[in-house]
């Protein structure tokens, strides 16, 4: 069964504007981090945002938040005043077990965000 | 400027070819990965290196071979490829034992064709 999910293949939004990008995952595990990565056509994975699933606050990074629904299995990425500059690949991973191993991470298939003018 | 480079950026080789690619951190990590991304397909892990000592290896073909000789260094060493070997891979460091959002640090990756 796949583990993290991510449904949008591609989205569009207009610079300046707010774009969500989804992202459900499965875990049993109690322990687990979920992660947003951005990939540039460069290829390098750039790390956005954390959140650790015993977090009582959603985490936010300048213009990146991450909407934490836990009894739903969502970890939405919300990215707030779109530029051009975020025109690349998203992608939802998940690190399960405790902190302090090797961070082995499970990845969606990602999302093309597309910010237009 | 990444942590974490790669090298080559590019490389085509034959199926009976022998070739290896490089990544080098100098971010004081002791994990170093490697995953495999193909075409429409999420990012794989193959190997996970904790400290030099291979602590994973994800079902991977013996013709891909991993060494990690230090913390700073990981190759991965390729023979008799085939063409759906094709993808972008790319290496990760990370911190072990550091808490909280310990997340990984990746490269720029290799692009490889098989041909």
């Known amino acids: 069964a796949q583990k993290i999910t991510q449904t949008q293949p591609g989205m569009f939004v207009q610079e300046k504007e707010a774009v969500t990008l989804d992202c459900t995952y499965d875990?049993?595990?109690?322990?687990?981090?979920l992660f947003w990565y951005k990939q540039p056509s460069s290829g390098e994975m750039i790390f956005l945002i954390y959140q650790g699933s015993y977090d009582q606050q959603n985490a936010t990074e300048g213009r990146y938040s991450l909407n934490f629904q836990k009894a739903r299995k969502s970890a939405n990425l919300v990215i707030s005043a779109s530029q051009l500059g975020d025109s690349a690949m998203y992608f939802c991973?998940?690190?399960?077990?405790?902190?302090?191993?090797?961070?082995?991470?499970?990845f969606g298939t990602g999302t093309r965000l597309q910010v237009t003018l | 400027e990444t942590g974490v480079t790669q090298t080559p950026r590019h490389l085509v080789m034959g199926m009976t070819n022998k070739k290896s690619l490089k990544c080098e951190q100098h971010l004081g990590h002791n994990a170093m990965y490697w995953y495999k991304q193909s075409a429409k397909k999420p990012l794989e892990l193959m190997f996970v290196y904790n400290f030099k000592e291979q602590t994973e290896n994800n079902s991977v073909p013996s013709r891909f071979s991993p060494e990690c000789p230090n913390s700073s260094h990981l190759f991965l060493h390729l023979h008799t490829l085939q063409p759906e070997d094709s993808a972008l891979y790319l290496c990760?460091?990370?911190?072990?034992?550091?808490?909280?959002?310990?997340?990984?640090?990746f490269g720029q990756g290799t692009r490889l064709t098989v041909v």
């Open positions: 991973a998940m690190r399960e077990g405790e902190t302090g191993t090797a961070s082995k991470l499970t």
């Open positions: 875990t049993s595990d109690p322990s687990y981090g």
């Open positions: 990760a460091s990370s911190p072990q034992g550091a808490g909280g959002g310990t997340e990984a640090f």
